[in-house]
C-alpha cells in the first residue's frame, strides 16, 4: 500500500491570461510559488512525512514541488511521464479552443466530453497521456510497497489521467470530480486491486 499526494502546480502568468499551456515551460508567478509555500507550511504544521517526491520535469511543476516540499528536505525526482498533455499547434492559444465548440468544433469538447477531443496537430491524445502516467504508477507500486507517502506534483490533465488510471473509469468520465485548482491537491491510498479516495481538489491557505 502507498499513499499520494498529487498535487498540481500553482499558477503561472499563462493561467492568469487564460492561455493553453501543455507542454510549453512557463514559470510559477509569484501568486503561484505564494500558494506552493502555503501548502508546504501547511504540511509541516500537520507534521506530515513523505517518503518520496516527484514531480514533472516542466518547471512549474518542478518548482511547486520544491517549494512546498522544502521542510521535508527530499530530493525532487523529476520524471518525464508526468509532463503535461501536449497541445501541439494550441499551445499558447486561449482556453476556448479546448473549451467552446463554437470556436473550435474540433478540439472545443475537451472538458464537457473527453471521449471527442481529437489530438491536435503535434499535440498528444488523452489515451496516450494515460498510457505514459499508468506506465509511472506501475514502476512506483514496484518500488515503494511498505505504506509509504509520496508527493507527486504534476499538471491539471495529467493529475486527472492519474486519478482516471486509479478509478478505472471511462475516457468520458475524464474530468469526473471537477476541474483541478492550482496547488489543489488529491490524495489517494492504493493497494493492489484497491484506490481509496481520501480528498480530491483540497487546496491548503
Not at 500553482?10 to 507542454?23: D, E, K, V
Not at 506530515?48 to 511543476?61: G, M, N, T
Not at 472545443?108 to 494515460?130: A, I, K, N
Request: hydrophobic share 35%; net charge neutral; glycine share 10%.
Amino acid at each position: 500500500m502507498i499513499e499520494l499526494y498529487i498535487l498540481r502546480h500553482g499558477q503561472t502568468t499563462w493561467n492568469a491570461a487564460r492561455r493553453i499551456q501543455g507542454s510549453t515551460d512557463i514559470e510559477l508567478n509569484e501568486k503561484g510559488r505564494q500558494a506552493a509555500r502555503n501548502t508546504g507550511k501547511a504540511w509541516e504544521d500537520m507534521g506530515l512525512h513523505f517518503d518520496a517526491v516527484y514531480s514533472s520535469p516542466l518547471k512549474r511543476a518542478y518548482e511547486t514541488a520544491c517549494l512546498a516540499s522544502a521542510y521535508t528536505g527530499l530530493e525532487v525526482h523529476r520524471d518525464k511521464r508526468l509532463r503535461e498533455l501536449c497541445f501541439g499547434v494550441l499551445e499558447g492559444e486561449d482556453v476556448t479552443h479546448i473549451n467552446d465548440p463554437g470556436t473550435d468544433p474540433l478540439h472545443g469538447c475537451f472538458f464537457e466530453h473527453p471521449e471527442r477531443y481529437q489530438r491536435p496537430e503535434g499535440g498528444e491524445s488523452l489515451e496516450e497521456l494515460c498510457a505514459r502516467v499508468q506506465s509511472f504508477l506501475e514502476d512506483l507500486m514496484k518500488k515503494y510497497t511498505h505504506g509509504e507517502r509520496i508527493l507527486v506534483a504534476g499538471h491539471g490533465a495529467m493529475n486527472k489521467a492519474i486519478m482516471r488510471v486509479l478509478k478505472k473509469t471511462p475516457l468520458k468520465d475524464f474530468w469526473s470530480g471537477g476541474f483541478l485548482k492550482n496547488c489543489s491537491v488529491n490524495i489517494v491510498r492504493i493497494s493492489p486491486g484497491q484506490c481509496e479516495i481520501i480528498e480530491e481538489g483540497k487546496v491548503y491557505g
